[in-house]
């Protein structure tokens, strides 16, 4: 896998770890939290060790659109 495949991949994963944590988090199970927390984490530390920039998640009512 080439280093822009590899990079978009992660992100992808990235994405979808944030996504499942948030329904996790929702629920009333604390052991899927915990699973989707240390998967956003595993996915995370790959990235960092990897030099891969992930975009910070907004939203919320504080969410801000960088102007």
Do not use: H, K, W
Not at 12 to 33: H, K, N, Y
Not at 45 to 56: F, H, Q, S, T, W
Request: hydrophobic letters at 50%.
């Amino acid at each position: 896998m080439e280093g822009d495949e590899f990079a978009a991949a992660l992100l992808e994963r990235i994405r979808q770890a944030r996504s499942a944590l948030a329904a996790a988090a929702a629920s009333t199970d604390s052991i899927a939290v915990a699973e989707c927390l240390d998967e956003l984490e595993r996915a995370l530390l790959l990235a960092r060790e990897n030099g891969i920039d992930v975009p910070a998640v907004i939203n919320g009512p504080d969410a801000r659109d960088g102007s």
